[in-house]
């Protein structure tokens, strides 16, 4: 009894007092309290209290109340060396500033999740870039304030030092103020949004955009692979950004059938009367008649020799059926550019570039709307008297040489 009387005076039982009434502080509001705070956000109609709720902005506040009983109570202990005294001080208001700085962290997730959860608006101006700044410039200021803590100075002497570092912060810091400056240009000239196709080639970079924050953009490829650029390249460097084909409401059709040149030439009048089995050009062939015979009467009656008649050809007449069948073709967007052109001749054929554009810009669907297209063109093709060019494979070089051994 006596024993327990003597430690009583002690100075450690003080100490152990002051231990038990800060874990109690403690259970009583991170348990008892903040569970009926997360009880009441539950019950809410609200939607905020609940998104601060699954941050635990509440949860980290809570360890705020110990630290704060060990400063009110540190006093109160008697028999303790000075040093002590300050040592626990300083480390229990050090805890208080770094518990504060991550409870904010956790509410400004928070104030994303809330932002990013308002629709398409939220996408085109992304704020998480400007909330991680927040976050890096209060643990500046809470690096400051715990070292000021600990080493009982003021914080002003500390930073008076700092103007000395200026050089130092700016090296340190570099890779920070050119994002910054980059995420505040990408938002304000509306270059870059959640959900953007983007191509960079020079970053590997095809997919689309999934996280846009202070120091790096992540691009989901078609792979499912990410990318992760720097937001200071999205500056430097250029890239491609589909979002415009997207809101045009069409995709772009650019292919070209490659003709061998040779199977070009006139049409007679019953390879005309023939083709006039295709709807699509009965109204072309008519116009085109009435034309040429125009045309070459003229040459007549001035006494010209019929060389110089105009006739129709098989590529043009295949032309004009293209167009007619791409200007009745119900996924080609009509509202945009549509033509079907000749490129200049090449070793490897004459180029019938179709350039139009599809009426649903999803990647399947358009992939299968241009093989439509072209299917149709290839099979159609031998009823102009056209054919395709094709470089010899192996499977035509045996069936020439086995023409010329059986001729020989």
Same mark, same amino acid.
């Given at each position: 009894m006596e024993a327990l009387r003597a430690f009583a005076a002690t100075p450690w039982a003080a100490v152990i007092g002051l231990a038990l009434a800060a874990w109690l502080a403690w259970f009583i509001v991170a348990r008892v309290l903040v569970g009926?705070?997360?009880?009441?956000?539950?019950?809410? &109609?609200?939607?905020?209290?609940?998104?601060?709720?699954?941050?635990?902005? +509440?949860?980290?506040?809570?360890?705020?109340? &110990?630290?704060?009983?060990?400063?009110?109570?540190?006093g109160v202990v008697q028999?303790? &060396?000075?040093?002590?005294?300050?040592?626990?001080?300083?480390?229990?208001?050090?805890? @208080?500033?770094?518990?504060?700085?991550?409870?904010?962290?956790?509410?400004?997730?928070?104030?994303?999740?809330? =932002?990013?959860?308002?629709?398409?608006?939220?996408?085109?101006?992304? /704020?998480?870039? =400007?909330?991680?700044?927040?976050? /890096?410039?209060?643990?500046?200021?809470?690096?400051i304030l715990v070292v000021s803590v600990l080493a009982n100075r003021s914080p002003l002497v500390l930073l008076t030092g700092l103007g000395a570092m200026t050089a130092v912060l700016m090296l340190v810091f570099k890779d920070t103020l050119l994002s910054l400056v980059a995420s505040v240009q990408l938002a304000s000239n509306d270059m870059l949004r959640l959900g953007d196709w983007i191509e960079m080639p020079s970053q590997g970079a095809d997919g689309d955009v999934i996280d846009i924050s202070l120091h790096t953009v992540k691009v989901q490829n078609w792979d499912k692979t990410i990318s992760t650029i720097p937001t200071h390249l999205l @500056?430097?460097?250029?890239?491609?950004?589909?979002?415009?084909?997207?809101?045009?409401?069409?995709?772009?059709?650019?292919?070209?059938?490659?003709?061998?040149?040779?199977?070009?030439?006139?049409?007679?009048?019953?390879?005309?009367?023939?083709?006039?089995?295709?709807?699509? @050009?009965d109204e072309y062939l008519d116009k085109q008649r009435a034309e040429l015979d125009a045309y070459n009467a003229k040459m007549e009656a001035a006494g010209k020799d019929p060389v110089n008649n105009r006739r129709a050809t098989n590529l043009g007449t295949f032309r004009a059926y293209v167009t007619a069948y791409l200007r009745s073709h119900p996924g080609v967007n009509?509202?945009?550019?549509?033509?079907?052109?000749?490129?200049?001749?090449?070793?490897?054929? +004459?180029?019938?570039?179709?350039?139009?554009?599809?009426?649903?810009?999803?990647?399947?669907?358009y992939e299968n709307l241009a093989g439509d297209i072209f299917?149709? +063109?290839?099979?159609?093709? &031998?009823?102009?008297?056209?054919?395709?060019?094709?470089?010899?494979?192996s499977g035509d070089i045996a069936a020439a040489a086995a023409a010329i051994h059986r001729s020989d």
């Open positions: 009926i705070a997360a009880r009441l956000a539950a019950a809410s &109609p609200m939607h905020w209290d609940d998104v601060v709720a699954r941050h635990g902005v +509440l949860s980290q506040l809570a360890h705020v109340v &110990p630290a704060l009983v060990v400063v009110a109570g540190i028999g303790m &060396p000075p040093a002590v005294y300050a040592v626990v001080r300083g480390v229990a208001n050090a805890y @208080i500033v770094l518990t504060v700085v991550l409870a904010f962290g956790r509410l400004l997730d928070a104030l994303n999740d809330l =932002y990013e959860a308002r629709g398409p608006r939220a996408q085109e101006r992304p /704020i998480k870039g =400007y909330l991680q700044l927040l976050k /890096i410039a209060a643990w500046i200021v809470a690096a @500056i430097s460097e250029s890239f491609r950004n589909w979002r415009g084909m997207s809101e045009s409401g069409g995709r772009r059709i650019k292919r070209a059938l490659l003709l061998d040149q040779t199977s070009v030439r006139f049409l007679d009048a019953a390879e005309r009367a023939r083709l006039r089995r295709f709807a699509l @050009i009509q509202a945009m550019t549509l033509m079907v052109r000749q490129l200049a001749p090449t070793p490897q054929g +004459l180029p019938l570039e179709v350039y139009c554009f599809s009426a649903d810009t999803r990647w399947v669907q299917d149709h +063109l290839l099979a159609v093709l &031998p009823e102009f008297g056209l054919r395709i060019f094709q470089q010899p494979g």
